[in-house]
């Protein structure tokens, strides 16, 4: 390799700077913005089915603005001009769409009013190749062209590990990424999703360490002690393992979008996002002082939708 030496110039004005500049400032982890603060996080699968309350988008935005939030990822897919029209009118971001095919609605939409958010993809179970090269060539080919469409709008994409196996580890997501990279598609990350993740807790450091360059966002939710097992949907904070893990994405350093899931059909949204909100809170006290958060948040019990095949009984009498 040829070593070119500096212009003297060049050697000068380098010198110049380094002599101005003033000295780094250093932070120490108080001084550190939180990912924590509530202006940084999103509320997730609130729109219906998954309120109790079935909500318009209007009282959608209400009740987010209420409970002092300014982002969601919407899981709809009808009315989405309402729903965008209503987020602006209130000062809502939408921080997402779930995304889990093509939809040129979602990205007329998007580019009519001029809106940047990440769009979020699933794995395709009609892709059911074993082979390792073909299958991260057939999701290079399905994600492409959504990657294209949302950089044509300023957006990224991110590959969200939800109910399907292989799709679901973050290493097969990294070679996706990857493969995308030589075609030129730089704009696709990872969402990282502690519900869906069936992991080992011994392990999640250094998985985090290997998937946190391609990190966008990640959606938090309470996890059990063994962490292999497929996690219901559960109250941060309430839970074995959520602690530890929140811990290693703090103290990784890294920034960026925090989301918290109700996905509840039969509870209210707004408590469901409140009860993740309390538990998030007593989650940063830990954080700060292992002992400080005071009792540990319960999960609430959650009513079960009625059975159709046994049916509550009529308490009216026939006229």
């Known amino acids: 390799m040829i070593q070119m030496k500096p212009h003297p110039l060049t050697a000068l004005v380098l010198f110049t700077v380094a002599i101005l500049a003033p000295a780094p400032v250093s932070l120490t982890a108080a001084d550190a913005p939180s990912n924590f603060d509530r202006k940084n996080i999103s509320a997730l699968w609130i729109a219906d089915p998954w309120d109790a309350k079935k909500r318009g988008p209007e009282e959608r935005m209400q009740m987010l603005q209420e409970l002092g939030l300014s982002k969601f990822a919407y899981n709809g897919s009808g009315a989405v001009d309402a729903e965008i029209e209503a987020a602006k009118k209130h000062g809502i971001e939408i921080a997402a769409w779930w995304y889990p095919a093509r939809n040129t609605q979602i990205v007329d939409a998007t580019k009519r009013h001029g809106i940047h958010p990440q769009f979020w993809v699933c794995g395709s179970r009609a892709i059911t190749t074993t ?189």
């Open 131 to 319: 082979n390792e090269v073909e299958r991260i060539e057939a999701e290079a080919a399905r994600i492409r062209p959504i990657a294209e469409d949302a950089a044509a709008l300023g957006c990224q994409v991110g590959l969200y590990n939800h109910r399907e196996p292989w799709f679901e580890e973050q290493d097969h997501q990294i070679a996706i990424i990857e493969r995308l990279k030589r075609d030129g598609i730089t704009n696709v990350g990872i969402v990282f999703n502690f519900h869906h993740w069936r992991g080992s807790l011994a392990e999640f450091p250094a998985l985090f360490k290997r998937f946190q360059p391609y990190l966008i966002a990640v959606n938090l939710n309470g996890m059990k002690a063994d962490t292999t097992q497929y996690p219901p949907v559960r109250y941060i904070g309430s839970d074995e393992s959520e602690l530890a893990m929140i811990r290693v994405v703090e103290a990784s350093g890294w920034r960026g979008p925090i989301g918290v899931i109700h996905e509840r059909p039969t509870v209210d949204a707004a408590e469901g996002i409140r009860g993740n909100l309390q538990g998030l809170e007593w989650v940063q006290k830990e954080l700060q002082q292992p002992g400080s958060g005071g009792p540990k948040p319960q999960e609430p019990v959650v009513p079960k939708p009625a059975s159709p095949a046994n049916p509550q009984p009529d308490t009216k009498k026939a006229k």
